[in-house]
T-cell receptor, first 113, second 113 residues
Framework: QQQVKQSPQSLIVQKGGISIINCAYENTAFDYFPWYQQFPGKGPALLIAIRPDVSEKKEGRFTISFNKSAKQFSLHIMDSQPGDSATYFCAAIPPGTASKLTFGTGTRLQVTL | GAGVSQTPSNKVTEKGKYVELRCDPISGHTALYWYRQSLGQGPEFLIYFQGTGAADDSGLPNDRFFAVRPEGSVSTLKIQRTERGDSAVYLC???????????FGPGTRLLVL
């Protein structure tokens, strides 16, 4: 059972454009939603995270939008740069710290010149 | 400071052999996680340690997989009678007490021939 569904599988965006990646979750017990960025040959690195009591969180060029009623959240990358080319994973975690992450299947982003 | 380190970075073995994968967490982090990432997929949870004890091993696929963390720091993931389907990247992550953010190592790429 896939508890976090992610789309699209791959995405090509021109430099300066907006990259949008969407995720939907099923378990209403999830209460922390991080996004991870992974470069080839590296482990995932935390990019930005949100809790469901907030509808939007922005950090630099990265914004998470959260729709609790729809059980959906998305990552927006503004002014996308070639250095943003990587695989992005949404994830979710239930209440209580030190809990296991449930990841989406990933979106491979390519930012072209 | 130093991040999560994993050794070896690559491991090639033959079907039926035994392998050990090592994880050195960030100093002082009490929680340690193992995940497995197959090609083109998001990481999947295997096991979580809080201190020396395995708090959640629900993700271990079968009894060929075992992990230890005897002194509450370094952890070893052990795979007996390896199968070709065990080929994947094995990721380790650690987190500080009371924090949801998990910091990942670069992973060990295991190839079972």
């Amino acid at each position: 059972q896939q508890q976090v569904k992610q789309s699209p599988q791959s995405l090509i965006v021109q430099k300066g454009g907006i990259s949008i990646i969407n995720c939907a979750y099923e378990n209403t017990a999830f209460d922390y939603f991080p996004w991870y960025q992974q470069f080839p040959g590296k482990g995932p690195a935390l990019l930005i995270a949100i809790r469901p009591d907030v509808s939007e969180k922005k950090e630099g060029r990265f914004t998470i939008s959260f729709n609790k009623s729809a059980k959906q959240f998305s990552l927006h990358i503004m002014d996308s740069q070639p250095g943003d080319s990587a695989t992005y994973f949404c994830a979710a975690i239930p209440p209580g710290t030190a809990s296991k992450l449930t990841f989406g299947t990933g979106t491979r982003l390519q930012v072209t010149l | 400071g130093a991040g999560v380190s994993q050794t070896p970075s690559n491991k090639v073995t033959e079907k039926g052999k035994y392998v050990e994968l090592r994880c050195d967490p960030i100093s002082g982090h009490t929680a340690l996680y193992w995940y497995r990432q197959s090609l083109g997929q998001g990481p999947e949870f295997l096991i979580y340690f809080q201190g020396t004890g395995a708090a959640d091993d629900s993700g271990l696929p079968n009894d060929r997989f075992f992990a230890v963390r005897p002194e509450g720091s370094v952890s070893t993931l052990k795979i007996q009678r390896t199968e070709r389907g065990d080929s994947a990247v094995y990721l380790c992550a650690s987190s500080s007490h009371g924090q949801e953010t998990q910091y990942f190592g670069p992973g060990t790429r295991l190839l079972v021939l």
